[in-house]
């Protein structure tokens, strides 16, 4: 394992010197574990009633015949210039097997009913298998508490570099990769160098509040953010289908006390949850729940609903990827059964009591100048109460185009 690691994540190791001590809890990718590599000389492989079996170096893979047919890359199936597929799926017989099957130079070649003939990689088919994805994470992240994070030394960017120069980009969108939060400092305090800041790295989701937004605490919408409140620990925008990624926020102005912005590792909390009681993270990620936004006011008019568990995971590993905590949106609870209704509620308690942990809770002072992008999927936000002038802005980013961009820069996302 230690071996892919270094092969894969050189990069993050190296910047990242604390990893070495942290838990299994603390570093999300450490229940990688690799399918080993494919030789010609170690594949062996048979041809069973329903799949091709292929021994790996020891790892059997279970490769179904439709799905090979399917994932041909040969000119006539895969337009290799657009990554597209050119095959017509729906005209694979469903009894297809090959009629020849032999392993070359490190590939496997099969031929099938009427001649055509499909070669693929045998590292390929390790890397693609069902065997290595359902072992292996998504996104490796660094769950963190306040004292791992603080422990971590992440530098900001600067604002000047941050916008001229791609390695400089590379190591902010590392660090927002692996911890959900990243900073850029400098920043001019205007909205135009906000969303000149927010657009390196991603298209703005323009919503309901409009593309850019620039508030004070004087209620002009019907949200308790454009208050002097406390605002406890919550993601954003959970009433939407799909919630906004990234959370862009930018204080211009502060004229008064108080208003430090609280940050919690979501993911951390919920991993310790599973590791405690694993029933009721099953439980948090299997019921879905409403969460509701309505706004009536002389300029604004909105009832938008969302639904989905507080925990959402990908089924074939159980990571985890979405975090929707917001007490103040939360619906009605009217999709779960009079059976269940009581143990969602313990479960549920029993997050809220790990989230609101102090030993969990990073504060960050938002002075003019520092910018902070947040995984909204995972990283919950609040803040303090505050008194005086108070001016922010931001908006929210497309997670699909940051994770697209980090990918652009070879990063795992």
């Not at 290595?132 to 992440?154: C, F, T």
Request: charged residues 20%; aromatic residues 10%; glycine residues 6%.
């Amino acid at each position: 394992m230690l071996g892919l690691l270094n092969t894969t994540l050189r990069p993050v190791l190296r910047r990242t010197q604390l990893l070495s001590a942290l838990t299994d809890a603390q570093i999300s990718w450490a229940r990688m574990v690799p399918v080993r590599a494919c030789s010609a000389t170690s594949a062996t492989f048979r041809l069973l009633h329903d799949c091709l079996e292929l021994n790996c170096g020891g790892t059997l893979l279970h490769l179904n015949y439709v799905w090979l047919r399917d994932h041909c890359r040969s000119a006539s199936s895969f337009n290799s210039s657009t990554n597209q597929r050119n095959h017509d799926t729906g005209s694979i017989a469903l009894d297809i097997r090959p009629d020849r099957t032999t392993v070359e130079n490190g590939d496997l070649v099969l031929t099938w009913p009427g001649g055509h003939v499909s070669k693929y990689s045998l590292s390929w088919l390790a890397e693609n298998s069902y065997e290595r994805n359902k072992r292996g994470i998504i996104q490796p992240r660094v769950l963190w508490n306040s004292d791992i994070y603080e422990n971590a030394n992440i530098p900001s960017a600067k604002w000047s570099k941050f916008m001229s120069c791609d390695d400089e980009l590379r190591r902010f969108l590392q660090n927002y990769l692996l911890y959900g939060i990243a900073f850029v400092d400098d920043v001019p305090t205007t909205v135009e160098a906000t969303e000149a800041v927010t657009q390196r790295v991603s298209l703005i989701r323009e919503t309901t509040y409009g593309r850019m937004w620039c508030f004070t605490s004087d209620f002009s919408r019907g949200d308790t953010a454009y208050s002097q409140l406390a605002l406890d620990r919550h993601t954003d925008t959970s009433y939407f289908q799909e919630p906004c990624g990234i959370q862009v926020f930018h204080c211009l102005k502060h004229e008064g006390t108080g208003g430090r912005t609280l940050l919690v590792d979501g993911f951390y909390a919920a991993e310790k949850l599973r590791q405690r009681s694993p029933e009721n993270f099953e439980l948090l990620s299997r019921v879905p729940i409403s969460h509701e936004y309505i706004e009536n006011t002389d300029s604004h008019r909105n009832h938008m609903t969302g639904i989905g568990p507080v925990l959402s995971v990908y089924p074939w590993n159980n990571e985890l990827y979405l975090m929707r905590y917001n007490n103040y949106d939360r619906s009605v609870i009217n999709t779960i059964s009079h059976d269940t209704v009581q143990r969602w509620y313990g479960a549920h308690r029993e997050l809220t009591t790990e989230l609101r942990r102090p030993e969990n809770e990073l504060w960050v002072k938002l002075n003019p100048g520092k910018v902070i992008f947040i995984d909204n999927w995972r990283v919950l936000h609040g803040r303090e109460s505050f008194t005086g002038l108070r001016q922010l802005c931001g908006c929210y980013l497309t997670r699909d185009d940051v994770l697209s961009t980090a990918r652009c820069f070879s990063l795992q996302a």
